[in-house]
């Protein structure tokens, strides 16, 4: 396996508040790796200075200076245009030539089922179909690397189902996945390695069964007992 992005030392302060404590991390080609951890322990944080979002300390090296990365948050930010265009002017901006959008669009929007919504405005998509969108916008970019926030957070059993399933078939073609969530299960049935956060700090990086059958540190198993007062 390869490393694709590399963190050392990083850090970020919030004021006086430091939300992530010096991490270090190497991603390899392929993983799927899931971020753990309580509301507010560091997840979307990580996740945004992986992704190049967020000013931090310390560096962060990417293996390959072209590597592709798109992100998928918790609640998509869809623009009041159509389906077809939200995935359009996302490879607009993302530098794709003109003349392989059309192509594209078309092919990201049939690999997520919304080709009959292509013309609908994105606004009155489901919860669930609107997360396909996001995941389409990111397929058309044909990323690498795809980080994910919570990405199934807000949706119910059958669309939750969908979208699993979706990134489940994207990391089977070969993207390499990093995402946070809150439903255990999921990262059991999606991870190949379970980073748990606490405090801005990685108190574990396993792999789901070490994680799952532990020992682990105390916080981790309190949190995965459902102890702790905010799970
Ligand atoms: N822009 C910001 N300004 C100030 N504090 C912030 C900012 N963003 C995050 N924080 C703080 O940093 C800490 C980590 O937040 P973060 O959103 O990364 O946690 P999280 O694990 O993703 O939580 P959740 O599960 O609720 O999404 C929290 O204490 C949060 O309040």
């Not at 390869?2 to 970020?12: E, F």
């Not at 049935?189 to 606490?198: A, H, I, Q, S």
Request: hydrophobic share 45%.
């Amino acid at each position: 396996m390869t490393a694709l992005l590399r963190l050392d030392a990083a850090t970020v302060r919030f004021g006086d508040h430091t939300a992530l404590h010096p991490t270090t991390l190497q991603i390899q080609s392929g993983e799927r790796l899931m971020l753990l951890g309580a509301n507010g322990s560091g997840k979307t944080t990580l996740l945004r200075v992986l992704h190049g979002l967020q000013l931090f300390e310390g560096r962060r090296l990417l293996a390959d200076q072209v590597l592709r990365q798109a992100m998928v948050a918790q609640r998509p930010f869809l623009l009041s245009l159509s389906v077809w265009h939200n995935v359009v002017l996302a490879l607009w901006l993302a530098g794709v030539p003109r003349g392989q959008r059309p192509e594209r669009a078309r092919q990201a929007l049939a690999r997520v089922g919304l080709t009959d919504m292509a013309q609908r405005p994105a606004r009155v998509l489901s919860g669930g179909q609107q997360q396909r969108l996001a995941l389409a916008r990111a397929w058309g970019l044909q990323p690498q690397l795809l980080f994910l926030d919570e990405p199934t957070a807000n949706l119910d059993p059958g669309a939750k189902r969908e979208v699993e399933a979706l990134i489940e078939a994207f990391a089977a073609e070969g993207m390499t996945l990093v995402m946070s969530t809150h439903n255990l299960g999921q990262a059991k049935r999606l991870g190949t390695r379970v980073l748990y956060l606490e405090a801005g700090k990685v108190l574990a990086d396993l792999s789901p069964q070490a994680f799952f059958n532990g020992p682990l540190p105390q916080e981790a198993q309190l949190f995965l007992k459902g102890e702790l007062p905010w799970s």
